[in-house]
């Protein structure tokens, strides 16, 4: 465990910072390796701190912003206050978001995309992050003109943390991910969320989104984990779905707020923690 309190970069959907408590309760007293195929805004990882983690994510921007965190942190922070400097109107927000997509576009993975990615999420819509079907970022303006978009002791503790831990960073597929995983390692697997409607939709934050056929071959992964001695954990919406996929396991129903949804009457739910020990 490491010493400095750290807190996400980013406001991610699905992001476990409320859940916290009952996942830090509910994790094994021992592990070798730490596994999260799905890092999203890196809650649980920063709150507990291991020592060595293998952390990974399809998306690649995000990816690239923990890179850039661990490498060039001062960078980083440096252009995130260049534009901070400058009232962010409307036509301001969408000249950013266009130089941004040009990154993604051109695959430019520097310091400068990284900046760009914190100050769009300060910026945007509910601080949510979503693609079209070219990979581009479309959320739009929330209509906030000034504000720092970033704490810049908590940017400098996860960049010294990423650097003085033993920490892999990959992007790959969530099952590739897990391939070194063997007896006694701690697995953390905060997927895309199983929709409670047909209409709810919180997968979409890569542009071929997390499918059912996706959400099967989680499932048997986790089996195959299991049958291998590791320690498994999972998070979803408690749906019949994840029960169905999850049955035998331990599984414990939580309420929790959904304050990323643009309703206001939608922004309460229960999610599950699943265990296999």
């Known amino acids: 465990m490491m010493g400095k309190k750290m807190s996400p ?68 922070i440096s252009k995130v206050n260049e534009m901070d400097a400058v009232p962010c109107t409307k036509e301001l927000y969408y000249s950013i978001r266009e130089q941004y997509n040009t990154k993604i576009s051109n695959h430019i ?95 979409d934050y890569t542009t071929d989104g997390f499918a059912l056929a996706d959400h099967e071959r989680l499932a048997e992964l986790f089996k195959r984990l299991d049958g291998i001695g590791a320690k498994v954990m999972l998070s979803n919406n408690d749906v019949t779905l994840v029960r169905t996929l999850y049955n035998g396991y331990n599984i414990q129903s939580l309420n929790v707020k959904r304050m990323i949804n643009s309703k206001a009457g939608k922004r309460t739910g229960r999610e599950v923690l699943i265990t296999n020990y």
């Open 109 to 203: 993975l520097d310091a400068e995309c990284a900046a760009l990615m914190i100050w769009i999420n300060k910026h945007c819509f509910n601080g949510l992050y979503r693609v079209n079907s070219k990979g581009l970022f479309n959320v739009p303006y929330n209509n906030k003109k000034s504000g720092k978009s970033i704490d810049e002791n908590n940017i400098r503790a996860i960049s010294e943390y990423l650097r003085s831990a033993d920490i892999r960073i990959t992007c790959l597929d969530f099952e590739k991910a897990c391939d070194g995983v063997t007896y006694g390692d701690f697995v953390y697997f905060d997927s895309p969320y199983v929709p409670e409607s047909v209409t709810a939709s919180f997968t």
């Open 9 to 76: 970069a980013l406001k991610w959907a699905g992001g476990k910072t409320q859940l916290l408590e009952h996942i830090a309760e509910n994790m094994p007293a021992e592990y070798n390796n730490y596994y999260e195929p799905f890092i999203g805004g890196a809650a649980v990882l920063f709150a507990i701190s291991p020592k060595r983690a293998f952390i990974n994510d399809v998306n690649e921007q995000l990816i690239s912003l923990y890179t850039q965190l661990k490498d060039n942190v001062e960078s980083v």
